[in-house]
């Protein structure tokens, strides 16, 4: 709109005014004194959202929001008042209601004839806002980071560093004053991780993106671990300028990684390589050994009397006892050497480069040597030797696993060569290994065909005869050899696992002969069966039993389990739960080979035990003095636990236990192991 004495400004450069105002960028407006406007261009139009016909109506107070009127009133008043340049950031109001924010510049202006007029130009500041606002989350963003981050100037080979974050200085340790203006290698460790700074170098030379991981220095001279991710940063022509490095510090990760690699590859008790670790050290061990002509030699080694620390010192004792063996292994051998634990008393020595048998024979010896001291535990000297087997190669076997095979067949072997025998592997262990290995199939077959079968023996009272229970007796009907007794067996069978089925097999048929004893009219006679620490290890041991007893529909308390004393006595608190765990099944328990080693009588008085069978040889004691046979029945009566004597086998053995005391006896002087039918005969004829 043109009024008034703007009519001799209408046409500029031939083209009329309203045109020529419509090509600028911004709201370009005049307003009289009275603040209505008397030209705009098309701009301010689409800024108020008003036609040309309204806003030529609109007093410019209209156009923003009621608390902002006065402070534009203030700056109206002050362009004609003291003819001032006004600069004024407001939000102005559209028709719908909206606001956008606008920067509105006034000045005064006398046209000849005509008064004064406020000309002005608005800007809209939305993409100034939106702009401002991203940088500031940009810079919030760089104050928050977890990680440091540092942007360098790039000038050839120096990179001087224009910025640092607080997580940096958090990080290094370096405020940003003495960061600035320094190449960022200035943290580096010096002769650390030289692979991966070369490649970082490399990687800036050629302007390419790099992540590597490094130590570097903090300010107090720490290392630290820095995960670092370098970014070229290039301008509008594609010309780098910046790099912008992310660092993040992965020390306590590293250390978690260390730690966790640690446990996974090592013994928690020794701080030995453990299986897995043993097996990576002796493929090693073995490649160098084909790459050089030398010889690698495995050690097995077995601890003596490890079980018997264990079972009169204590766990804790035990445990001192590895951690003094893993010390004196360690200090015996060299850097390049591996000493291994596998588990309870067995360590494995991995003697890599052995130029010939002779050298091995010396690291051996030196390994003897470093044994052969008394150690201190729990204020007691003991001597703790160890039996070892040991395999060459590659004479003895070409792979990791062969040579660990062969050292532990010479290792067994070793055990009956005596305390500290030493045992290299011969053609002749590998034979003694192929008898077991057939020794293991003829029994796997043998449960299969049912060639094993079982006998009954009763035990009686000494005073009256009456019988009182059964012992289930194994035998093995082999083809070759004929009938084989459990101790030309079982030690296998607990040695190769098959003692588990076999074990099952009889409790099987134990639980049949227990139904038809009840179904001729025997209900309350007990049949005690044997079970090795392997059967009973095994998790689902006590839910098998009450689940075949329960399936055979026989009393609980018929059925007996017998231990062996010295089975208890290794892991007190394993027995402790299965012996409890049979009385909450109601099944007894009964202690076998009572008086065979060392009695741990605090230990029994805390089980619940049915009944101690005194082992054959304190019954063949009986033909000289007796005496300890009478402190195996004294022992029994103090703990209030019936004493059975096994192995009687004649009258005077008979005899002197009932003048002792002896509640019930077991043997050939009372019957022989019974068949089962022969069993039914005999209870008749009793």
Not at 286 to 314: C, H, P, S, Y
Not at 452 to 480: C, D, M, N
Request: net charge negative; hydrophobic share 40%; glycine share 8%.
């Amino acid at each position: 709109m043109v009024d008034s004495g703007l009519e001799a400004a209408g046409i500029v450069g031939g083209l009329p005014l309203r045109d020529v105002i419509d090509l600028l960028a911004g709201a370009f407006y005049v307003l009289d004194e009275s603040g209505y406007f008397v030209l705009w261009n098309r701009q301010l139009e689409e800024a108020t959202g008003l036609p040309f016909e309204r806003l030529a109506k609109v007093h410019m107070l209209e156009l923003f929001e009621p608390e902002d009127r006065a402070r534009v009133a203030r700056a109206f008043c002050a362009v004609f008042q003291q003819d001032e340049q006004v600069q004024l950031e407001i939000p102005i109001r559209n028709g719908a209601g909206a606001t956008t924010p606008y920067l509105f510049c006034s000045s005064r202006l006398m046209i000849a004839g005509d008064g004064r007029y406020l000309f002005g130009m608005g800007v809209d500041l939305t993409p100034h806002y939106r702009q401002r606002d991203k940088l500031e989350l940009f810079e919030r963003a760089l104050l928050a980071a977890s990680n440091g981050i540092v942007i360098a100037r790039h000038e050839g080979r120096d990179n001087p560093i224009e910025y640092v974050n607080p997580a940096f200085e958090r990080i290094s340790g370096y405020t940003a004053a003495e960061a600035l203006g320094h190449d960022s290698r200035f943290m580096a460790a010096p002769n650390l991780d030289g692979d991966q700074r070369e490649q970082l170098s490399l990687a800036i030379a050629a302007h390419r993106p790099a992540t590597v991981v490094f130590r570097n220095q903090r300010k107090n001279g720490e290392l630290f671990w820095n995960h670092l991710t370098v970014t070229p940063v290039r301008d509008r022509s594609s010309r780098v300028t910046h790099f912008i490095g992310i660092i993040e510090d992965i020390t306590a990760m590293k250390q978690r990684t260390t730690q966790l690699e640690h446990l996974v590859t090592h013994d928690p008790l020794t701080g030995l390589a453990n299986r897995l670790l043993l097996r990576d050290r002796l493929e090693h061990a073995l490649q160098a050994a084909q790459r050089a002509d030398e010889k690698v030699a495995v050690v097995l080694m077995d601890l003596n009397k490890f079980k018997e620390i264990n079972d009169t010192m204590g766990h804790s004792a035990g445990d001192q006892v590895l951690k003094q063996v893993a010390l004196r292994l360690q200090s015996a051998l060299r850097e390049t050497d591996t000493v291994a634990r596998l588990g309870g008393d067995e360590f494995v020595l991995v003697l890599a480069g052995q130029p010939s048998l002779r050298y091995t024979l010396k690291m051996i010896d030196r390994v003897r040597r470093a044994m052969a001291p008394e150690m201190e535990v729990d204020g007691r000297l003991l001597s703790v030797g160890a039996s070892m087997g040991v395999a060459v190669w590659p004479d003895d076997g070409r792979t990791a696993g062969e040579l660990l095979h062969a050292a532990d067949t010479a290792m067994y072997e070793g055990k009956h060569g005596g305390p500290d025998a030493v045992h290299f592997y011969s053609q002749g262990m590998a034979q003694s290994t192929a008898v077991k290995q057939r020794m293991e199939q003829a029994l796997r077959e043998a449960l299969e065909r049912d060639d094993l079968y079982l006998l009954f023996q009763p035990l009686v009272s000494v005073e009256t005869g009456k019988i009182l229970g059964l012992e289930a007796l194994l035998r093995w009907r082999h083809p070759e050899r004929g009938e084989l007794l459990p101790a030309d067996f079982l030690p296998e069978a607990e040695e190769n696992g098959l003692i588990v089925p076999l074990g099952r097999r009889v409790l099987e048929d134990v639980c049949a002969t227990l139904r038809r004893l009840s179904d001729l009219g025997y209900p309350d006679l007990p049949i005690s069966i044997n079970a090795s620490s392997r059967e009973f290890s095994q998790r689902d041991y006590l839910p098998h039993l009450a689940r075949r007893v329960a399936h055979h529909g026989v009393k609980p308390s018929s059925l007996t389990l017998e231990m062996r004393e010295e089975q208890l006595m290794t892991d007190p608190e394993q027995a402790t739960r299965l012996a409890n765990g049979l009385q909450e099944l109601g099944i007894r328990l009964s202690v076998d080979e009572f008086g065979a080693g060392l009695n741990n009588l605090s230990c029994l008085r805390k089980l619940p035990v049915s009944q101690l069978k005194m082992t054959r040889a304190r019954v063949r004691e009986i033909e000289g003095d007796g005496a300890l046979t009478k402190t195996m029945l004294d022992i029994g009566h103090n703990l209030n636990i019936r004493v059975v004597a096994t192995g009687v086998e004649t009258r005077h053995q008979h005899d002197f236990l009932a003048a002792h005391g002896c509640s019930s006896v077991q043997g050939n002087y009372i019957s022989q192991p019974l068949t089962g039918l022969a069993l039914e005969q005999w209870l008749v004829a009793h």
